[in-house]
């Protein structure tokens, strides 16, 4: 099962496949929206429709305004990466530009590479990983 469906949904997943990952700006101009050029634009589906600019980390995957856009396009980073695909005890949120990790990883190399990945995604500021246990 992918980390998408895991943590999302099969709908998140279909969405996934139907949009490929690009920046962010593009994907949200290809959806017909502006992207907020700080986390002071749209904190609402409503205000995102209305045309209010998005904030970066509330792109989803399809370039529209996703509450838990950053998260998703995270889960799917974990997705695209070979070597996190059996890591089924970790879950992951955000709060606001932070990416939260949650769970247990077999390895402190598993965990380093999730936030490694993590860091890496469009619009995340930091990583969370105090609810994170390695069980090794």
Partial sequence: M????????KEEEEKAYE???MPIKEAVEQAGGSIAAAA?????????????PIPPERVGLDGKYDQSGLAKRVV??????????DLETIWVAQLG?????KGTVPTQ?????LVSIA?????ASEVDTSEVEVSA
């Avoid at 749209?42 to 209305?50: I, Y």
């Avoid at 190399?109 to 590479?113: G, N, P, Q, S, W």
């Fill in 19 to 21: 949009f490929p990952p």
């Fill in 109 to 113: 190399e598993d965990l380093d590479r």
């Fill in 76 to 85: 799917r980073a974990f997705d695209d990466n070979p070597d996190t695909n």
């Fill in 97 to 101: 530009t932070k990416v939260v990790l």
């Fill in 119 to 123: 860091e890496g995604v469009e619009g």
């Fill in 2 to 9: 992918s980390w998408l469906s895991r943590i999302f949904g």
């Fill in 40 to 52: 002071a634009g749209a904190t609402s589906a409503e205000e995102a429709e209305s045309g209010e």
